[in-house]
């Protein structure tokens, strides 16, 4: 079965400092995983894929086979980073969606 | 060009009554998903239609819910009987087919905020 677990729904930091969404996975086959973010009254957006190797608005994150997982990771938070993030992970089919992160970043 | 629309933006209805949204996907898109997004509960798959192919249903709550989508293009979510657990943010999404190696994004509609009374 696919699975997405994303352990913290709030997360809050200060500005300037790093930020780590974690985010967890199971799926027996070779996962192909995606950051989405919804920044307040827009639209769920794609942020970043993890096969295109990206840096989208500073945040990277690298997927670790032997710890499933696909953290999400900015080096400096910035005001405008306060959001809602989703793990999500794409199936067979569809795409399995972990239930969120709500970050906020203090000034 | 337009991107994702759903009408309407925001429905109540009380216990018990039917509803119907709306969702007109990105011209070219044959693919289209209905996620359902809760409080405290993330995104909730729903069902997902690809072209000609029969819908995978397997996310959807109840039998009080349905979908379709006509020629291809603008899909329908119908909640029967609704009930107040049915309350929620409904999102709809299209893409391209996918490819066997490289999925497609997805493209979110606003979404429809129900509130069932």
């Not at chain 2, 819908?55 to 029967?80: C, H, N, W, Y």
């Not at chain 2, 999102?91 to 606003?110: H, K, M, T, W």
Request: with cysteine.
């Amino acid at each position: 079965a696919q699975r997405v677990t994303q352990p913290e729904k709030l997360l809050s930091v200060f500005k300037g400092a790093p930020v780590e969404l974690k985010c967890n996975y199971s799926y027996s086959g070779s996962p192909e995983l995606f950051w989405y973010v919804q920044y307040s009254r827009q639209r769920l957006q794609l942020l970043l894929r993890h096969i295109s190797r990206e840096s989208i608005k500073g945040f990277t994150a690298d997927l670790n086979k032997g710890e499933t997982s696909f953290h999400l990771k900015k080096p400096f938070a910035q005001e405008e980073d306060s959001a809602m993030y989703y793990c999500a992970l794409q199936g067979a089919q569809k795409l399995v969606f972990g239930q969120g992160t709500r970050l906020t970043i203090n000034p | 060009g337009a991107g994702v629309s759903q009408s309407p933006s925001n429905k109540v209805t009380e216990k018990g009554k039917d509803v119907e949204l709306r969702c007109d996907p990105i011209s070219g898109h044959t693919a289209l998903y209905w996620y359902r997004q809760s409080l405290g509960q993330g995104l909730e798959f729903l069902i997902y239609f690809q072209g000609n192919s029969a819908p995978d249903k397997s996310g959807l709550p109840s039998d009080r819910f349905s979908a379709e989508r006509t020629g291809g293009s603008v899909s329908t979510l119908t909640i029967q009987r609704t009930q107040q657990e049915d309350s929620a943010v409904y999102l709809c999404a299209s893409s391209l087919d996918r490819p066997v190696i490289n999925p497609y994004e997805q493209y979110f509609g606003p979404g429809t905020r129900l509130t069932v009374t």
